[in-house]
């Protein structure tokens, strides 16, 4: 309760050794960098110091010393899923945020994802379960996972509802009375037969999937058991240039990255 206090305090809201901060320039560059007593922060702009921004609180303005003004603020799970480093194709916010929604994450949810991934969705999973609920992510390569977990760590330091289970969620899978199934796995018809058993009764089952034709296999396989409102849905993300005089779609969208198909378990259809 004391830790949970302190957390969600807005006096406590300065920043640490081990804190990441996002230095914002006025064309809306972003950099973002983990504090260390001693460190200095370099880039074409000059260079500011660590200790200049240690102590101080998160939306004030530090200068380089090229004279240069930077905001400075703590990085969104958003800003920081878009920055971190990846070997796999990451889930871009837009779609975390809507798989988060249509599977109806909350807190307290025993989920289950399948694969780990760099860890942005698990992110996401972590933070909308909360303490009181439980994600287990399978991983089929150890080094991954621990990649992925690398990335997790300076955004989310504490994980204790997360666990790392190494196989193939193909196979048999010994959970039972899972709210969520949430997957990021090529062939996630496969995983359909376990899902029945894992569920509890109105459970959701959630699949990402880049193409039609795996959607449209995918969706064959649930339509031959008693899942329901079986669904899919793509999002595309448009932002637009606002200023005085003008107000137009930005040059570049983040159109097409995936397909994402729920289904909610229930008991057979009546003859």
Same mark, same amino acid.
């Given at each position: 309760?004391?830790?949970?206090?302190?957390?969600?305090?807005?006096?406590?809201?300065? =920043?640490?050794?081990?804190?990441?901060?996002?230095?914002?320039?006025?064309?809306? +560059?972003?950099?973002?960098?983990?504090?260390?007593?001693?460190?200095?922060?370099?880039?074409?702009?000059?260079? %500011?110091?660590?200790?200049?921004?240690?102590?101080?609180?998160?939306?004030?303005?530090?200068?380089?010393?090229?004279?240069? %003004?930077?905001?400075?603020?703590?990085?969104?799970?958003?800003?920081?899923?878009?920055?971190?480093?990846?070997?796999?194709?990451?889930?871009?916010?837009?779609? %975390?945020?809507?798989?988060?929604?249509?599977?109806?994450? =909350?807190?307290?949810?025993?989920?289950?994802?399948?694969?780990?991934?760099?860890?942005?969705?698990?992110?996401?999973?972590? +933070?909308?379960?909360?303490?009181?609920?439980?994600?287990?992510?399978?991983?089929?390569?150890?080094?991954?996972?621990?990649?992925?977990?690398?990335?997790?760590?300076?955004?989310?330091?504490?994980?204790?509802?997360?666990?790392?289970?190494?196989?193939?969620?193909?196979?048999?899978?010994?959970?039972?009375?899972?709210? +969520?199934?949430?997957?990021?796995?090529?062939?996630?018809?496969?995983?359909?037969?376990?899902?029945? +058993?894992?569920?509890?009764?109105?459970?959701?089952?959630?699949?990402?999937?880049?193409?039609?034709?795996?959607?449209?296999?995918?969706?064959?396989?649930?339509?031959?058991?008693?899942?329901?409102?079986?669904? #899919?849905?793509?999002?595309?993300?448009?932002?637009?240039?606002?200023?005085?005089?003008?107000?137009?779609? #930005?040059?570049?969208?983040?159109?097409?990255?995936? =397909?994402?198909?729920?289904?909610?378990?229930?008991?057979?259809?009546?003859?």
């Amino acid at each position: 309760m004391l830790k949970q206090s302190l957390e969600n305090n807005p006096m406590d809201d300065t =920043f640490k050794e081990g804190d990441l901060v996002m230095l914002i320039d006025r064309k809306g +560059r972003r950099y973002m960098i983990t504090l260390t007593v001693g460190s200095e922060f370099h880039s074409h702009l000059g260079y %500011i110091e660590h200790n200049d921004i240690l102590g101080r609180e998160q939306g004030e303005w530090c200068k380089t010393t090229k004279g240069h %003004i930077l905001l400075m603020l703590k990085p969104t799970l958003s800003d920081y899923v878009l920055n971190m480093k990846r070997e796999t194709q990451v889930i871009y916010p837009k779609d %975390i945020g809507l798989i988060i929604m249509l599977a109806d994450i =909350f807190p307290g949810a025993k989920v289950v994802e399948a694969g780990f991934g760099s860890g942005a969705l698990t992110l996401g999973l972590l +933070r909308s379960t909360g303490n009181s609920g439980s994600v287990t992510s399978y991983e089929l390569r150890k080094n991954q996972a621990t990649k992925a977990l690398n990335n997790i760590s300076p955004f989310m330091k504490d994980m204790n509802n997360l666990t790392i289970k190494y196989g193939d969620i193909y196979g048999e899978l010994d959970e039972t009375n899972v709210d +969520r199934l949430v997957l990021d796995v090529p062939e996630p018809w496969n995983v359909v037969p376990h899902a029945t +058993r894992m569920l509890l009764p109105g459970g959701i089952f959630l699949s990402f999937l880049p193409t039609v034709l795996q959607v449209h296999k995918l969706v064959n396989e649930l339509t031959q058991t008693s899942f329901q409102l079986i669904e #899919t849905v793509e999002t595309l993300l448009r932002p637009w240039h606002v200023t005085q005089k003008s107000m137009r779609p #930005t040059h570049r969208m983040v159109a097409h990255t995936g =397909f994402i198909t729920t289904a909610r378990l229930c008991s057979p259809r009546p003859r």
